[in-house]
């Protein structure tokens, strides 16, 4: 790989990762705004429980939920259902 090639390589990768640290930012965000870790101090919940409490639809919190457990945020507790 010449040098121009290591360079696209590595600004590449630099990009992937704000992207990554963005995509983490507005995530705790979200729940933070929501009250989620507030919801889940007396224990563990599923995604419908806390959209219920919160008024939010269950699979876009599904999916800022299951990034956050991805990114080492939540731990998850119960399989994730499929849909």
């Known amino acids: 790989m010449t040098d121009l090639g290591i360079a696209k390589a590595a600004s590449a990768a630099r ?3 704000l992207i990554s640290i963005q995509r983490i930012s507005q995530s705790i965000y979200v729940t933070a705004t929501l009250g989620i870790a507030d919801l889940l101090a007396d ?22 939920m299951r990034a956050l457990v991805g990114f080492g945020v939540f731990v998850r507790t119960a399989p994730i259902a499929s849909r």
Do not use: F
């Not at 563990?44 to 919160?54: F, G, I, R, V």
């Open 15 to 17: 990009l992937l990762e």
């Open 43 to 64: 224990g563990p919940k599923s995604a419908e429980q806390l959209a219920n409490a919160t008024g939010v639809q269950a699979a876009s919190l599904r999916r800022v």
